[in-house]
């Protein structure tokens, strides 16, 4: 398959570039962020998500949703972070309508889904408990009770969980933490009796929270997927929001080498302009071909989450990893070349550096995948 985009998808990139840069521009989230806005991202621009049919982008047409493929939810993911939007579309529209999608009972899918696309219910998936992405580490313990289970333990940097009216929980329902069997995944209402929401927002004034569960209690129907065998279900998901997470890192590499060639062509410097020095060109025309390379390894995995998901692991590692070190680069690139007033919060390149190192943390940075190719039996 050609590494380009369709007519189609072309069009889409159009829209969701018009409607990002139009409502929710970088200025959003410093107002946001100087607001210090209890809700943490816009529900109007998410009402106009959801108009435009990105909400439901992954959900079928039968639920109401676009009956589109990672392709496009990764053209929508490249232009958020283009503009650093902060937006429950990755939590929600990703994440928690592929798990439904890829697990979920028919009565699941028509509770949820429906609201999902039309933007009323914001959902988020709840895996990691320590510092670093380690899914098959999972300690959360779902001991059975009655006709259901009881819920213990902590998750921590849930993306949107504090605003989220269903979380999708990975717990331990056997064996030991490391095991890769004996995982399962709960639906939970975040309002139900022993669960506890902290707000942790991020250094890039983005949305996170930590999650406690003490003895809550939840039914078989609340069972996503099967019990005790939801590690490849779970792993699914994490693909998916893996190559979304690489799509939006494409889009903050990007633009922050826009601007950093803009500010090129502007600053002088000896009476010259600062991208006439060739070592300077050398590193932008560098850093310009990694970019491309990232581009193209974010939409062979996408690309391959559409046509085979059960086994794209291998092209999404690959695409996490170099769109981790690439978007790192280019970060660092835009500071430095910028000089002193990039470490300002006056200069938009710092923002793109705050992003940058959060979403190399999601779902596993780059020394993670590159682990996980290393060990390529796991695929």
Known sequence: MALVLTEEQNMLRDSARGLIADKAPIAHLRKLRDERDATGFSRD???????????????????????LGCV???????EIGRNLTPSPFLATSVLAASALNRGGSAAQKKAYLPKIADGSL??????????????????????????GFKLNGNKAMVIDGHVADLVIVAARSAGKPGDA?????????????????????????HNSARIGFDNVEVDADSVLGEVDHGGALLE??????????????????????GRTVTYLK???????????????????????TEIEITRAAVLKALQALDSDPDHAGVAVAVA???????????????????????MTDQFDVGLFMK??????????DANYHAEMLAEWKKY
């Open 45 to 67: 621009v998410w009402k106009s998500f959801a108009e435009m049919g990105f909400a439901g982008l992954l959900a079928p047409e039968e639920f109401g949703g676009s009956g």
């Open 72 to 78: 496009e939810a990764g053209v929508v993911m490249e």
């Open 122 to 147: 914001i959902a988020t998936l709840a895996v990691d408990e320590g510092a670093k992405h380690r899914p098959l580490k999972t300690a959360l313990v779902a001991a059975r009770a009655g006709n």
């Open 181 to 205: 069997s004996g995982l399962t995944l709960f639906l939970v209402d975040p309002k139900a009796k022993g669960v506890s929401i902290e707000r942790t927002m991020m250094v890039d004034a």
């Open 236 to 257: 699914g998901v994490l693909n998916f929001g893996r190559a979304a997470v690489a799509a939006e890192m494409l889009g903050v590499a990007e633009a922050a080498f």
């Open 266 to 288: 502007e600053r002088k410097q000896f009476g010259k302009l600062i991208g006439e020095f060739q070592a300077l060109q050398h590193r932008a025309a560098h850093l310009y």
């Open 320 to 342: 996490k990893a170099k769109a981790g070190t690439v978007t790192t680069l280019a970060v660092q690139e835009g500071v430095q070349m910028h000089g002193g007033m990039g």
């Open 355 to 364: 992003r940058a190192r959060v979403c190399q943390e999601l779902f596993g």
